[in-house]
């Protein structure tokens, strides 16, 4: 039988305030990018614009932000929340595949770099505002429950599916842990599935995933991109060795004399050794056709499941046995015939795979 085995090591989240002012050849137009968010809004359309910026493809939503932003525009590395009155006036979500992509580090020069290409220089230094920390272990068996976390949290709560824990939650606000079956997540909600790729795996693999807030970063003097590379180590020691931890069950009513589990006691022996961004595994050209690939048959299992309702409705409305596939894809055909539209087709294409190669499925 395989052994519990830590597959992967990272940040899978990170949020940034920046402080950027213009300099006297600034290139980046409030009024033009105001005007072409106002005619898409007037449109009534829901899907965003395909604008260049910077040197960059974005998509631009025809909306502000919950924040209070007016701008919005996303690709398949960032996030961007910006407006010029605001303060901080730009606030940068990284995106998951980017910072797996790329780590944490490159993505904040790409981000830097490109606000100088539109005349833009930090006047002060970036504030991190979230970092999710991740480890992915593959867990051949679920062997605990809720009772074997030994922490502070006052408040946890656990989600079921069938009978199944599918994940265990403590704290809320400026700290979370979430200990949860990654490898299901993907299946029922994210489609993340070029995970697969960097784990080497597709089954039984669970997250330790520490969302850690701005007020419990400056705990440990964490402001910046310099002093998570120097302290990101001491915050997960503090984490995972005097704040919580998971234990086998015995009979001693201490519970913090039970014995670590084999998956924390792996945890705290990395959060010993860490002193960096962590690990960084790259995803080649290869290994993000396999993502396409993989998302294609999530498609085509769902087709195939409305290939069967549809075989039904035909069978009920001419009263027969059940037609075959064969049969109910010459009833689609006739009915995609009713509403293809030529003239549009390669533009809704086109469109779909700017959304694509920008992060969007």
Not at 258 to 272: C, F, I, T, V
């Amino acid at each position: 039988m395989e052994k519990l085995q830590c597959v992967l090591s990272g940040i899978d989240t990170l949020e940034v305030a920046y402080f950027l002012s213009p300099s006297e050849e600034g290139r980046l137009d409030f009024e033009k990018l105001g005007a072409t968010k106002e005619l898409l809004r007037q449109s009534k359309s829901r899907k965003p614009a395909h604008i260049m910026l910077g040197g960059e493809e974005f998509m631009l939503a025809n909306h502000g932000t919950g924040s209070g932003y007016p701008f919005l525009i996303e690709n398949q590395a960032f996030s961007i929340q910006f407006g010029e009155f605001n303060k901080p006036n730009f606030f940068v979500t990284f995106r998951s595949i980017a910072l797996w992509h790329s780590g944490a580090y490159q993505l904040h020069s790409r981000f830097l770099a490109w606000a100088a290409s539109l005349g833009l220089r930090p006047y002060r230094p970036e504030l991190l505002s979230r970092v999710d920390l991740t480890f992915d272990y593959f867990l051949p068996e679920l062997d605990f429950d809720e009772d074997n976390f030994v922490s502070p949290f006052s408040k946890d709560n656990q989600h079921r599916k069938n009978g199944t824990v599918q994940t265990f939650r403590l704290g809320e606000g400026g700290l979370v842990l979430r200990v949860y079956n990654k490898s299901d997540e993907i299946k029922e909600s994210s489609s993340k599935t070029w995970f697969y790729d960097l784990w080497g795996r597709k089954e039984n693999v669970w997250r330790i995933e520490w969302q850690v807030r701005k007020e419990w970063l400056k705990r440990v003097g964490i402001r910046t991109f310099e002093d998570l590379a120097e302290r990101r180590g001491d915050l997960l020691r503090v984490l995972v060795i005097d704040h919580t931890s998971l234990r086998i069950k015995a009979d001693d009513s201490n519970r913090s004399r039970w014995s670590l589990h084999p998956m924390w006691e792996d945890l705290q022996g990395r959060a010993k050794q860490m002193d960096g961004l962590g690990i960084v595994r790259e995803l080649n050209e290869p290994d993000m056709k396999s993502m396409q690939d993989e998302r294609m048959m999530q498609i085509t299992i769902s087709i195939y499941g409305y290939m069967k309702r549809i075989a039904a409705i035909y069978s009920l409305q001419g009263e027969t046995s059940p037609i075959s596939l064969d049969q109910a894809r010459g009833h689609l055909a006739l009915k995609l015939k009713q509403v293809h539209d030529p003239l549009t087709w390669a533009a809704d294409v086109e469109r779909r795979m700017t959304e694509m190669r920008l992060g969007e499925w």
